[in-house]
């Protein structure tokens, strides 16, 4: 009787057992989760109560709850600065050059690998577009350095060997940017295309066939069937890529950037280092990172918002 009343009949009229005998009969499982969400907890949602800082005059003697609240005095502070401005200038010039060269780059040489027919050749080109995914900032600032140096550089020393001047990649602002581009793709761009390798490994070979027998050609394969396929994965990278419009990383502005270009180096990764770590101002460096995180949040939804309005499901 305890069972049957702990039964419910579906619409369907079939019966289903309560939600315990589930989470017992797949323990197991649940059990693998337990790691991720105390890792979440404790290093994701505990440190949340330190956005406090941001309305406290923080002191590191008196700790968070010691320090003097101040309202919204420190977010004044921060948004009144021009250098506060100038970083958020160039977080987000860096971050939408970036996405508009490396977005589409790394569709096509995820629609080049995908055409490889030699086994042995994309396992080997593979492993060369991932590696330097896994190369600290440093050594990877280190080669930019010695290949786009305007004195001893090896680019700059093959051009004035063909007889032209060097060109002031690491002291022109313009060209700065641009070195800094085709280092994050160079550094990123093989990582990038293993999600768009894995969606199109699940296309069914048979439209590729059918296509092939009426005379699609490789192009035409890649337009009609290829994207229209993978179009909702493109729609997902997209919107997460968007959305850190506000975030970048502090190791490639500040090795690769320096005085002469700090109006375009200068963003708000490396405006926080120097606010939080060099001058100690942890409130006001608080108040900045809430700032990047609401706005990308903002910048989120509005993504997902319109992806939904031309038709994709979005993320949210």
Known sequence: ????????????????????????????????????????????????????????????????????????????????????????????????????????????????????????????????????????????????????????????????????????????????????????????IGWGTIIYLAAMAGIDESLYEAAYIDGATKIQRIIYITLPMIRSVLIVMLILSVSKMMSIGLDAPLLLGNTKVINVSEVISTYIYRLGIVKAEYSLSTVIGLFQSVINIIILFFADRFAKCIGEEGIL
């Open 1 to 188: 009787m305890m069972k049957k009343s702990a039964q419910r009949l579906t619409r369907a009229g079939t019966v289903s057992k309560p939600i315990w005998f589930y989470l017992w009969r797949d323990k197991w499982l649940y059990l693998m989760l337990v790691p991720v969400i105390v890792y979440y907890i404790v290093f994701k949602y505990i440190p949340m109560y330190g956005l406090t800082i941001a309305f406290k005059d923080y002191n590191v003697f008196k700790g968070i709850n010691g320090s003097n609240w101040v309202g919204l005095q420190n977010f004044k502070k921060v948004f009144s600065s021009d250098l506060f401005w100038l970083s958020t200038r160039n977080t987000l010039v860096l971050n939408m050059a970036t996405l508009l060269v490396n977005f589409p780059l790394t569709i096509i040489v995820a629609f080049m690998l995908n055409e490889v027919r030699c086994v042995t050749f994309k396992k080997i080109s593979q492993s060369f577009l991932y590696l330097p995914h896994f190369m600290s900032w440093v050594v990877v600032a280190g080669i930019a350095t010695n290949l786009f140096s305007q004195t001893d550089g090896s680019i700059n020393n093959l051009i004035t060997s063909l007889g032209f001047s060097p060109v002031p990649f690491l002291n022109n602002k313009g060209w700065w940017i641009f070195t800094y581009v085709i280092s994050n793709i160079w550094k990123e």
